[in-house]
């Protein structure tokens, strides 16, 4: 079965410290990884989207790596502000007909001052 | 458009209404896709719209919900007799689209704000 298993559910941090999510899945066969953003009251924001053959993808203080052969990915946001308190979704698509992207629950992160 | 837009932002209906969602892709994105996002819960695809494709209704939960597009632009996504469990964030996304695009091609997919809906 085609899943995506984010952790932490939830995660609280000082502004300022770096912190990292993690996303594991199991949806085959595999065509691309993204993350996504997504602050309270909104929809989603793309961050980075990886591919097979990619293991590293930045954007500003957001980096995102993926482990094809343990079907790993993580997302390290350095710095962090208060902005960053937003849930961060990880998303992954199976290549092949019909529609085959399959959302994670999501890490909700807080950033304190 | 600028974005993608979604009215009304929020609705509230009584169990047993039918209600309607409406959806304004950004201009010249082919692809348009709804989904459902309970609260503490990761979205859940509806159904996708590519150009004039017969839709991939394969996400709907029910015959209760249903979709057009008119035009190849405005989607509508109506629930029937609407139930309490209907009560959700409904959103809708557009992308370029294409006969080689899609989501696992890695097109970059652009979301609306979503209507909150709350079944009374």
């Known amino acids: 079965k085609n899943q995506v298993e984010q952790s932490p559910q939830s995660l609280i941090i000082l502004e300022g410290k770096n912190c990292t999510l993690q996303?594991?899945?199991?949806?085959?066969?595999?065509?691309?990884l993204r993350w996504y953003k997504q602050d309270t009251g909104r929809g989603p924001v793309s961050l980075t989207i990886m591919t097979f053959s990619e293991n590293t993808k930045s954007n500003g203080r957001y980096t995102a790596t993926l482990d094809a052969d343990t079907k790993q990915s993580s997302l390290h946001i350095t710095a962090s502000q208060l902005s960053d308190s937003a849930s961060y979704i990880c998303?992954?698509?199976?290549?092949?007909?019909?529609?085959?992207?399959?959302f994670g629950a999501g890490t909700r992160l807080f950033v304190k001052a | 458009g600028a974005g993608v837009s979604q009215s009304p932002s929020n609705k509230v209906t009584e169990k047993g209404k039918d209600v309607e969602l409406r959806c304004d892709p950004i201009?010249?994105?082919?692809?348009l896709y709804w989904y459902r996002q309970s609260l503490g819960q990761g979205l859940e695809f509806l159904i996708y719209?590519?150009?004039?494709?017969?839709?991939?209704k394969s996400g709907l939960p029910s015959d209760r919900f249903s979709a057009e597009r008119t035009g190849g632009s405005v989607s509508t996504l109506t629930i029937q007799r609407t139930q309490q469990e209907d009560s959700a964030v409904y959103l809708c996304?557009?992308?370029?689209?294409?006969?080689?695009?899609?989501?696992?091609?890695?097109?970059?997919?652009?979301f609306g704000p979503g209507t909150r809906l709350l079944v009374l």
């Open positions: 996304a557009s992308s370029l689209g294409g006969a080689s695009a899609g989501l696992a091609s890695g097109e970059t997919q652009y």
């Open positions: 996303c594991n899945y199991t949806v085959s066969p595999f065509s691309n």
């Open positions: 201009s010249g994105h082919t692809a």
């Open positions: 998303v992954v698509s199976a290549s092949g007909g019909g529609f085959k992207t399959i």
């Open positions: 719209f590519q150009g004039n494709s017969a839709p991939d």
